[in-house]
């Protein structure tokens, strides 16, 4: 089984959703998106069942990421999500 955190939840995150979804061994175990109304329309349209504000707090859920996020906080999602290396 795949788990997947979808990061973002615009139009191209909602494509993303149903594309996952349709997949068999894919399950989307969480939606993160800063703004809470948002986030809660499409964790409801998609049947996913948690939802977070900022990857730090989704981020103990996921072996992988699908990141549809919009242009302007794509590269600072992408900071937070990069793997830090260990001195």
Aim: glycine share 14%; hydrophobic share 45%.
């Amino acid at each position: 089984m795949v788990r997947l955190l979808v990061i973002g939840t615009g139009g191209m995150a909602a494509n993303h959703a149903r594309a996952f979804a349709a997949m068999p061994g894919v399950e989307l175990v969480g939606g993160v998106d800063p703004r809470p109304e948002p986030l809660a329309a499409f964790n409801a349209e998609h049947g996913i069942a948690r939802g977070f504000a900022s990857l730090g707090a989704g981020g103990r859920l996921k072996p992988g990421t699908a990141l549809p996020a919009p242009a302007p906080v794509f590269p600072r999602w992408v900071e937070e999500e990069a793997p830090k290396e260990q001195g």
